[in-house]
């Protein structure tokens, strides 16, 4: 190509170079604009500038695996402007630049360093620029360009997911597919046959083939078998190139587990079993177990048994034990070895899950013959009937009389001696008795239907040499009315009827009570007795359903003359023999409103019910007791009060102590109170205070005038020496706060001469000590002297 020219600038031309293998196989050629040469970059035309196309363009090709000992070249980049005088530089950068890919900086030239791989990478892109030598300005803007990795067969087909396992059920057709098995190569498919395959069986193609292309594997058998053998070992190798010459392979192994189908019917062992049961098993009681065996497995193996005999049917039942598919044989009802020794039970073992398409292979069902053998074991002797017995007795019956014979027997042997006995928890009253031979049942008390209608009793047989052989059985013994209890006059005995009631006006219906109960029923005959036969004021009337009415004769009734008539009536039942009693019906003649209504039978009564009728008087009653129960709380409450009074009285008696939390000047407050008469509290000088007037004793004053009564002066020694202890001590004490204070001592010494010196014990006595110098004290004792000071005479005469 010759330079092009635009604004004197020169135009970089780059030749491609040629694969060395395969010379211009590609035979594409791209032209691109690169720029122009002698501007600056800065005044490079921008894309949408239409330029001069300078560079020519070729992929460079290298093939892969180079196994040389020099570089392989791969091609040379030219510019149209270099006039081989090495003042253009020539440069690559991108992937592999300077590493895989070098470039001769004068030539151009472009060789691979390195062994390709193009399972690896299948191609590089890099840039290419020319630079001037001196000043290193580019002269041209960077291109890209491509350099492909051409493939060669040097990667063999590999099943990544590999070993397979599959499966196919047993018995399927010719053709049946079982699974998929996939090569890959890692060689370039769009590139000749180097990643074509092909597959094929090398182990097991007697029974299973592989599509070459796609490497599906299908049955190639129809008669694959589980049970003969339940699974395959397959080798499918697959070949690259087609399967031609020269080709690469890879194989794997391939499991073919053969899937079971229902194609094997149940199978007992053996065709008959034996088992021995004693005739004295409980019903359900297992007796053994049978087990038809089935070549399938899972699901296909599951089987039902059934008895397929009657009699059989009727004596055992068989059950499948879903665990272990067992027949259970177990007792349906009782067996008796007495009846029958040995019995044959046909037992059927059936598939649950039968598969339509394998129903032409036979029956899938067998049988066996389980024999059973009953043992004869010591039974107790059995009442006949064995469900109980129902007996009937007259009630007027007599001592001893048979009321009915229970029956029993032994079931082992005929003739075996057997006893009977009642049971007395039923009992009780012992009015039964039993032959214990013959069963016989007869009365040993006098029956009453009316008090026991039914008497049940247990009955016990047993066999005479062996007493644990026991049987019971339930008697009901009925007991048969007998008319016995004569008709009675049904309550209430009394009728009313109004004073102006009319002339054959019912005024009241009377009904009967019978005791008896015949079994024809009750049918009552009514009739006034014969002292009432001259009654003039009253009739009965027989309705004939087992009462009777009374009627009126009269009208015009005066209670003021008779408010009371007596009607004796005599009600006879029909018997056998027929009873009868004696009622008597007393009727009240009562005051009536006009509407008919009773407003009173007496005088007496007509006053109490308009004065109080009882519900009022149960009122009035509660009302009473409530007012009693609340006086009486109210006396209590007073009664206690009273007593919480005087035992606060007492306290106050003798817990009285007033507390003062005034406070003085201190030492330096001598206006309060006499500071000398304070401290010489003891020396019992009389101290005159010039202020107040009056003189001023010591408080021991009472004592010492006691004491001087007595006999002889007080001796305070023991006291001043304790007190002048204290102080020390209060002086010595850093705890004791900063100012006055007023200490007490519970200090009395020894044989006081002064016995008690509780105020409240002065105020019970009659003393008459002068308390009056407390009022000299000052202030602060002004309370105190206000408690002893004697009264005025004219408090006194208030």
Not at 95 to 105: H, K, L, M, N
Not at 689 to 708: A, C, E, K, T, Y
Not at 776 to 797: C, I, S
Request: hydrophobic share 35%.
């Amino acid at each position: 190509m010759a330079p092009h020219c635009r604004g004197g600038a020169q135009v970089l031309a780059v030749t491609l170079g040629i694969l060395q293998c395969c010379g211009w196989l590609s035979g594409q050629t791209i032209r691109t604009s690169v720029g122009m040469m002698g501007r600056r970059p800065e005044q490079w035309p921008m894309s949408h500038e239409r330029v001069k196309r300078g560079w020519v363009w070729n992929q460079f090709f290298v093939v892969e695996e180079y196994t040389g000992t020099e570089p392989l070249y791969v091609g040379k980049i030219h510019s149209d402007s270099d006039e081989g005088d090495g003042s253009i530089k020539y440069t690559i950068s991108g992937e592999g630049a300077g590493t895989v890919f070098i470039i001769d900086e004068v030539t151009g030239d472009i060789h691979a360093t390195e062994r390709l791989d193009r399972e690896e990478k299948t191609f590089y892109t890099l840039r290419a620029q020319a630079r001037d030598r001196q000043t290193d300005a580019p002269l041209e803007p960077e291109s890209e360009f491509v350099i492909k990795v051409q493939d060669i067969n040097d990667s063999e087909p590999k099943f990544l997911e590999g070993p397979y396992i599959g499966s196919v059920a047993e018995l399927s057709p010719i053709g049946t597919s079982v699974m998929k098995v996939m090569a890959s190569d890692a060689d370039d498919p769009t590139y000749g046959s180097s990643a074509r395959i092909v597959y094929s069986v090398l182990e097991g193609e007697r029974f299973f083939i592989v599509d070459r292309q796609t490497g599906v594997i299908r049955t190639a058998v129809a008669d694959l078998d589980r049970e003969t053998q339940d699974r395959y070992e397959l080798v499918v190798k697959a070949t690259d190139m087609a399967g031609q010459m020269g080709g690469l392979s890879g194989s794997t192994t391939v499991t073919i587990v053969i899937t079971d189908v229902n194609d094997n019917p149940p199978r007992f062992p053996q065709k008959m079993y034996q088992f021995s049961v004693s005739e004295a098993v409980a019903v359900g009681t297992s007796i053994g177990r049978v087990i038809a065996t089935d070549a399938d497995m899972g699901e296909n193996t599951d089987m039902s048994y059934l008895i397929k005999d009657e009699e059989g049917g009727e004596l055992f039942r068989v059950s499948t034990d879903g665990d272990t598919q067992e027949a259970v044989i177990t007792i349906k009802k009782p067996l008796d070895f007495e009846n029958k020794r040995s019995h044959n039970v046909v037992v059927e073992a059936v598939n649950k899950h039968v598969d339509p398409r394998f129903v032409d292979l036979g029956s899938f069902r067998d049988q066996t013959i389980v024999r059973v053998s009953v043992s004869d074991v010591d039974e107790p002797p059995i009442f006949i009937p064995p469900t109980g017995t129902i007996m009937e007795v007259q009630e007027d019956a007599r001592l001893g009389a048979l009321v009915g014979i229970v029956t029993a027997k032994d079931p082992d042997m005929d003739n075996v001696p057997i006893r009977f006995s009642i049971d007395r928890s039923t009992d009780q009253e012992q009015i039964f008795n039993i032959d214990p031979v013959t069963g016989a049942i007869t009365l040993g008390k006098i029956l009453d239907r009316e008090t026991a209608g039914w008497h049940n009793i247990t009955v016990t047989v047993v066999e005479a040499d062996n007493q644990s052989m026991a049987s019971q059985t339930a008697v009901s013994i009925r007991i048969l009315d007998v008319n016995d209890n004569p008709p009675e006059l049904a309550t209430p005995y009394e009728a009313s009827i109004c004073e102006d009631a009319k002339p054959g006006q019912l005024i009241h219906t009377i009904s009967v009570v019978d005791r008896d109960e015949p079994q024809s029923g009750h049918r009552f005959y009514f009739t006034l007795a014969p002292e009432a036969s001259n009654n003039r004021h009253f009739t009965l009337w027989d309705i004939k359903d087992n009462t009777a009415g009374i009627r009126t004769q009269h009208s015009g009734f005066n209670r003021q003359e008779q408010n009371v008539y007596l009607l004796p009536i005599l009600v006879v039942d029909s018997g056998p023999p027929a009873l009868s009693s004696t009622g008597t019906l007393t009727i009240h003649v009562c005051g009536c409103d006009t509407d008919g209504a009773i407003q009173s039978c007496n005088a007496t009564a007509y006053v109490m019910s308009a004065a109080l009728s009882p519900g009022a008087l149960i009122a009035l009653l509660v009302c009473i007791l409530i007012l009693i129960v609340l006086v009486l709380l109210i006396l209590t409450l007073k009664r206690h009060r009273k007593g919480q009074r005087m035992s606060e009285d007492e306290e106050d008696m003798r817990d009285n102590v007033i507390k003062y939390n005034d406070e003085g000047g201190g030492e330096q407050d001598t206006q309060a109170y006499d500071m000398s008469a304070l401290r010489s509290l003891y020396d019992f000088p009389e101290v005159k205070n010039s202020d107040s007037g009056p003189d001023l004793h010591p408080v021991p004053q009472w004592i010492q005038s006691r004491v001087v009564g007595d006999g002889g002066p007080a001796d305070f020694t023991v006291f001043k020496g304790y007190i002048r202890k204290k102080v020390e001590q209060a002086d010595a004490d850093l705890s004791v706060p900063p100012y006055d204070s007023f200490q007490t001592y519970a200090f009395e010494g020894s044989s006081s001469p002064a016995l008690s010196l509780s105020s409240i014990r002065t105020l019970s006595t009659t003393s008459e000590q002068d308390f009056s110098y407390l009022s000299d004290w000052g202030p602060r004792f002004r309370q105190l002297a206000g408690y002893y000071a004697p009264a005025q005479p004219e408090e006194e005469g208030s």
